[in-house]
């Protein structure tokens, strides 16, 4: 997948998805851990043209975005805003309620992205593919209204995407999985890319742990760049939608200013040798 497209609302590059939505290629993470900065996400979206923000119910900053994005004076039809369906919202009837109380804690009419978080979904009798599936109707329902303009998921492997593919008819436009140096599925990312599937990753610092790598506090010395903006630009180079989070209005400020340079492919093969199978989130490999 290359980045495509002309500059989105923010001037960033896009990524065309089969929804016909274009996505930013760079957005803005937001968490539970770390906290949680009204002032970062203002700045990111006056002062560093981020129109991409990522979230979810878990993370219970949904109400707190809304206040942010009405702060920042930027229109609505400017961003991109994703969310995220909790396992415990699966289910066909639940999965649309959780979806209009996340639009109403963001104050949107629609989301752009909706993913389901997570694939195993923890309900007594009955199997994991068997709730996927019926939440995923109800995903592709709430694509066909127009709610949520694009839909897809997050930590599925190629198991759990192949079930999908046979028991529902939209294959997910996004699937959302962690990506950095050290944990670089590229299997998952090809099976991705076959069918059309965007790839976007999340930790593309390894929550701080490639940041002190020597390989990548070399590289950055070499480019006059900060190793977060080196990791950042080599998961964009890698054709990734990328989301790094940060509460801190320097570090925002430091992880956009990644489109004016380009890392050598000699230098991008270093760093997708680095991978050693690391996960510093979930690992889903365990889950049917």
């Given at each position: ?5 002309g500059?989105?609302p ?6 065309p ?5 274009s ?6 993470g937001?968490?539970?851990?770390g906290g ?5 996400v ?6 560093c ?8 119910k ?6 707190l975005?809304?206040?942010?994005i ?9 961003l991109w ?6 396992h415990?919202?699966?289910?066909y009837?639940?999965t649309?309620?959780a979806?209009?109380e ?14 389901m978080?997570w ?26 209204k ?5 839909i897809g ?9 192949e ?16 990506y950095?140096?050290?944990q670089?599925?590229q299997?998952?990312?090809?099976y991705?890319?076959s069918r ?14 490639a ?5 990548v506090i070399?590289l950055?010395k ?14 964009i180079q890698?054709?990734?939608v ?5 509460t801190?209005v320097?570090?925002?400020?430091e ?17 997708n040798g680095?991978?050693?199978g ?7 490999s365990l889950?049917?």
């Open positions: 997948m290359a980045v495509a497209g500059p989105g923010g001037g960033g590059p896009v990524v998805l089969a929804s016909g939505r996505i930013p290629v760079l957005g803005l937001t968490s539970h851990q949680y900065s009204h002032s970062a203002v700045h990111a979206l006056q002062e043209g981020i129109r991409h923000i990522d979230t979810a878990r993370y219970g900053c949904e109400s975005l809304q206040e942010a009405r702060d920042s004076g930027v229109k609505r039809e400017d805003i994703t969310t995220k369906l909790w415990s919202d699966y289910g009837e639940n649309k309620k979806c209009l996340s639009c109403e804690r963001l104050g949107v009419e629609y989301l752009d992205l909706y993913l978080h694939p195993d979904a923890h309900v007594p009798g009955k199997s994991n593919r068997e709730v996927r599936a019926e939440t995923w109707r109800a995903m592709e329902e709430l694509y066909e127009g709610l949520c303009k694009s998921v997050s930590n599925f492997l190629i198991s759990h995407l079930q999908l593919k046979e028991d529902c008819v939209i294959t997910p436009h996004v699937n959302q999985v962690e950095h140096p050290f670089r599925p299997e998952l990312v090809d991705c890319k059309d599937i965007v790839f976007e990753g999340y930790c593309p610092l390894a929550k701080g742990e940041l002190t790598h020597p390989t070399q950055a070499k480019y006059g760049r900060t190793p977060a903006q080196i990791c950042i630009r080599w998961s890698n054709g990734i990328t989301i790094p989070k940060s801190k320097e570090r925002i400020q992880n956009c200013k990644v489109f004016d340079f380009t890392i050598a492919e000699g230098d991008v093969e270093i760093l680095m991978h050693d690391r996960h510093v989130s979930w690992d889903p889950i049917e």
